[in-house]
């Protein structure tokens, strides 16, 4: 293992992790051989970098940077995706990722509109309040067609907010979801369901947020 930065002896040996997977994804049992440090130890610290942020998994149990990494990034790349999204639809559209139980407004662009939802960045809400983007961050699926086709989106009325609606798409980078893009108006302005009537737009938004990111 590295020598002491701090001398807080599980603060450094878990930022030694993010150092050794910061260029090369590893397994637990890679790192710990790479650092000389306990297996068990190594998972533990390992997966709670992962709560954190810090790190993520891969479908082959590696660890590698995690999304708190790429924040900055991410809301400049949504930032005109946005407001595309916004002045296609008129409603309010917003940027959200998950932070433990909670999710966090990383971007938004707010409807022109005097009857507008309006969240500033750096709103938190609890992902046991529901709503479309909390679903999403959950890792609900999204909804099936009547043919039984994905359309990309999980729509959502009055669940968090008595007389909102909202519709929310993830953003994946190859098999995680790093946030998910909501759009959300107010219900009287919702004509059959904010889902048909958004829901394609929201979607192709976060595809192409998605694409960006992985670029």
Do not use: Y
Not at 69 to 96: C, G, H, K, V, Y
Not at 105 to 127: I, M
Not at 137 to 144: A, C, D, H, R, Y
Not at 161 to 183: H, Y
């Amino acid at each position: 293992m590295r020598g002491t930065v701090t001398g807080i002896g599980v603060l450094d040996k878990a930022m030694a992790i993010v150092d050794a997977v910061e260029f090369q994804p590893m397994t637990a049992s890679e790192v710990a051989q790479k650092l000389g440090v306990n297996l068990s130890t190594t998972h533990r610290l390992a997966m709670a970098l992962v709560e954190h942020g810090l790190l993520a998994r891969d479908g082959e149990n590696r660890f590698h940077a995690g999304p708190r990494f790429d924040t900055n990034r991410l809301a400049l790349a949504a930032r005109p995706i946005l407001a595309e999204l916004r002045d296609q639809t008129a409603e309010s559209a917003q940027l959200w990722i998950r932070r433990g139980d909670v999710r966090v407004c990383q971007e938004s662009a707010d409807a022109t509109q005097e009857l507008r939802v309006t969240l500033p960045v750096g709103w938190v809400l609890p992902l046991a309040e529901g709503g479309s983007a909390g679903r999403i961050l959950s890792g609900e699926s999204t909804q099936q067609e009547d043919d039984g086709t994905d359309p990309g989106w999980i729509e959502s009325i009055s669940q968090r907010t008595v007389g909102l609606a909202s519709v929310s798409a993830p953003v994946r980078v190859g098999e995680e979801i790093v946030a998910a893009i909501c759009l959300v108006a107010p219900l009287p302005r919702v004509t059959s369901t904010p889902g048909e009537q958004w829901g394609k737009f929201v979607a192709a938004a976060a595809d192409e947020l998605a694409a960006l990111l992985s670029r």
